[in-house]
């Protein structure tokens, strides 16, 4: 049997993409992921996950990933639709790679706090027949997720090293992080509009545009 895991990385961040991978692999190969010690990205660091991306990679060629740029959350976010709008993006999304990698079962990291209605949301974009499990820390259950967890920080960090190139030292991209909304702030001080690289309908972004960045601001 062909098992697949999808998981993201960068739901939270106000600056840079949404990454969503998928990992394949033949059932009996999961011992080795095992064996790799493969956990949620999260809780290994930037070197360990560049080390081990390689052997999870040599295990099982069948992965894909795919970025979502701030401008496509933006538009889905900001769009008519009422509810649950970065979640059915992700599911959208999700449904993309389960179509590419075509597994016989697929376990999915549920961004919805309704497991069963993530599942849905990804069951009506979808044209092949595949068994999902939708579950909460999905990332931290089932190796296959882990591995796909892996891959998706691995391409959001070097997305992440290439715009501060660009754009300079933003930190990490997430609000929690003081350089993040410092920048901000500075840039939207010294120009009009946010880079392209800024999510701009995230509502922090929105009120520190609104507040042009001089006025100490409080971010929730």
Same mark, same amino acid.
């Given at each position: 049997?062909?098992? /697949?895991?999808?998981?993201? /990385?960068?739901?939270?961040?106000?600056?840079?993409?949404?990454?969503?991978?998928?990992?394949?692999?033949?059932?009996?190969?999961?011992?080795?992921?095992?064996?790799?010690?493969?956990?949620?990205?999260?809780?290994?660091?930037?070197?360990?996950?560049?080390?081990?991306?390689?052997?999870?990679?040599?295990?099982?060629?069948?992965?894909?990933? +795919?970025?979502?740029?701030?401008?496509?959350?933006?538009?889905?976010?900001?769009? &008519?639709?009422?509810?649950?709008?970065?979640?059915?993006?992700? /599911? =959208?999304?999700?449904?993309? #790679?389960?179509?590419?990698?075509?597994?016989?079962?697929?376990?999915?990291? /549920?961004?919805?706090?309704?497991?069963?209605?993530?599942?849905?949301? #990804?069951?009506?974009?979808?044209? +092949?027949?595949?068994?999902?499990?939708? &579950?909460?820390?999905?990332?931290?259950?089932?190796?296959?997720?882990?591995?796909?967890?892996?891959?998706?920080?691995? =391409?959001?960090?070097?997305?992440? &090293?290439?715009?501060?190139?660009?754009?300079?030292?933003?930190?990490?991209?997430?609000?929690?992080?003081?350089?993040?909304?410092?920048?901000?702030?500075?840039?939207?001080?010294?120009?009009?509009?946010?880079?392209?690289?800024?999510?701009?309908?995230?509502?922090?972004?929105?009120?520190?545009?609104?507040?042009?960045?001089?006025?100490?601001?409080?971010?929730?």
């Amino acid at each position: 049997m062909l098992i /697949a895991g999808v998981d993201e /990385a960068g739901r939270g961040c106000v600056i840079g993409p949404l990454v969503i991978s998928g990992y394949l692999i033949e059932e009996k190969k999961l011992p080795l992921l095992l064996e790799l010690g493969v956990k949620d990205s999260k809780k290994l660091s930037a070197k360990k996950r560049e080390s081990i991306i390689c052997a999870i990679k040599k295990i099982s060629e069948s992965f894909a990933t +795919i970025n979502i740029a701030p401008s496509e959350i933006d538009k889905f976010v900001e769009s &008519k639709r009422k509810l649950h709008k970065l979640n059915r993006l992700e /599911a =959208k999304t999700m449904a993309q #790679i389960i179509e590419k990698l075509k597994p016989d079962k697929v376990f999915v990291d /549920a961004a919805d706090v309704n497991e069963n209605r993530f599942k849905q949301h #990804i069951q009506e974009y979808l044209t +092949i027949k595949t068994q999902i499990v939708s &579950k909460h820390k999905a990332d931290e259950i089932y190796p296959v997720v882990s591995a796909a967890s892996i891959i998706a920080k691995v =391409k959001r960090d070097n997305n992440i &090293k290439i715009l501060r190139n660009k754009y300079g030292d933003f930190g990490s991209g997430y609000l929690s992080d003081k350089k993040t909304t410092s920048f901000l702030k500075h840039w939207i001080k010294n120009n009009k509009e946010y880079p392209d690289c800024v999510r701009k309908s995230w509502k922090p972004a929105k009120r520190i545009k609104n507040e042009k960045g001089t006025k100490q601001i409080t971010l929730l």
